[in-house]
């Protein structure tokens, strides 16, 4: 089968774009007998930007849940904690031995991080940990671990794929033969960019994000405050460009979504239009939110499933792995 791979870091509270964007399709394609899924929380990658042990212990949990909410089930998936699986942590350092320091250089959120401190007239490096700069290493040991073949992200991961494949190629090269599959970045151009409050990406960076459990006074209340125009009721309104139609159109049948095009071009009001895409956001979120707070209340039960994912997950794959790679670069085995 083809391996299906993909992470979320665990910084924060997942909103509609997380859900629209990765979980959903991920969890549909989960359901394909042809592939193997392994879908995790990259608690690791989340210590880069948080450093507060409670607030990731807490996200950690609200992302799992999420997960689990939206249908993930852990007996066809393989869905567990980035930080159980200590081989990747072993894995990234074979691989920090082959990158190239150069190619690290150019990844986009080490340059934005130098790109800030020059504006500011500050050293290229003030406040960057080697962490944030080895951020793309510890992606590629996630991939490369597991041997995945595609890997659906939204666009801004694209270039840490290619990283991921550059790193297992010279592995490759260097060691011989083919220890690792060099994986395919997989971005669904539709689903990449749904838009937030103020009509640009849904994004916590923009603070324009709809959280996915608010409760539904609080949906009702973040739909009302997406911007709209100064168009009256009775004054046809385009489709295009308006983050109210993008918004309805994610969760709408097709029949839904012509229909709502439609009262658009025969003027229907702004409070009416958000009145509709509210009941129908409402309609898919609901059932999720009961069994997510459902879920949340029994912490223990997640903590289980998380545990025993990890560790079939170890005992099949990363563990018999590791043995080879040890072997590969002249390690002794540990077993
Ligand atoms: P992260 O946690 O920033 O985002 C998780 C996934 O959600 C996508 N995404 C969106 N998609 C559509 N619309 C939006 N508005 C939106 N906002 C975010 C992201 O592109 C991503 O696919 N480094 C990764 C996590 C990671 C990973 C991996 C992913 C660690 N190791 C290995 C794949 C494979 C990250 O920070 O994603």
New binding site residues.
Partial sequence: PTRV?????T?GTP?L??Y???VRPAIAASRDPGSESFY?L?DL?SLIKAQDPARTQRSTLEIAATWLAAGLEPDRVWFYR?SDVPEITELTWMLTCVAGKGILNRAHAYKAAVDRNRAEGEDDDSGVTAGLFM?PV??AA??LIFNADR???????VQ??EMARDFGQRFNHVYGREWFTLPEAVVEAH????P?LDGR???KSYDNTIPLFVPEAELRRLVFSIVTDSRAPGEPKPVEGSALYELYRAFATPEEAAAFGQAFADGIGWGEAKQRLADLLEREIAPLRARYLDLVARPGDIEDTLRDGARRLRERYATPLLAQVREAVGLRDLS
């Fill in positions: 791979l993909t992470g979320i870091t910084s909103h774009g997380n629209v964007g990765a995790f990259a990658h980035q951020y510890l992606m996630d991939i890997v659906p992200v939204g666009r801004d991961q840490h794929i689903v990449a960019t749904l937030g990406k849904m994004s």
